[in-house]
């Protein structure tokens, strides 16, 4: 079956941390460039971030950029995001995708 499973997401205060896991299964993890995209309440899908399929190539959105790290472990099926220096904006459901393929998401809120 081929899908992705994100996990990771929960609430956490501005400034604070947390690091999203995303586990694929049902095709070749190593072979594909994989990102993560966010949707927060009532907006669009936002992409946030891409690496490539060794993992040497990574690519940001201007909004995260300096706070957020993708990175992955193909031996493991496994897409990351540590996200630093948390904002109230990065509040957002938060996707890994491969094409037209994206998990259920996780939930990440950030509140005082």
């Known amino acids: 079956q081929v899908q992705l499973v994100e996990s990771g997401g929960g609430l956490v205060q501005p400034g604070g941390s947390l690091r999203l896991s995303c586990v694929a299964s049902g095709f070749i993890f190593s072979n594909y460039y994989i990102s993560w995209v966010r949707q927060a309440p009532g907006k669009g899908l936002e992409w946030v971030s891409r690496i490539s399929s060794d993992g040497t190539i990574t690519d940001y959105a201007d909004s995260v950029k300096g706070r957020f790290t993708i990175s992955r472990d193909n031996a493991k099926n496994t897409l990351y995001l540590q996200m630093n220096n948390l904002k109230s904006e990065d509040t957002a459901v938060y996707y890994c995708?491969?094409?037209?393929?994206r998990g259920q998401g996780t939930q990440v809120t950030v509140t005082s």
């Open positions: 995708e491969k094409g037209s393929l």
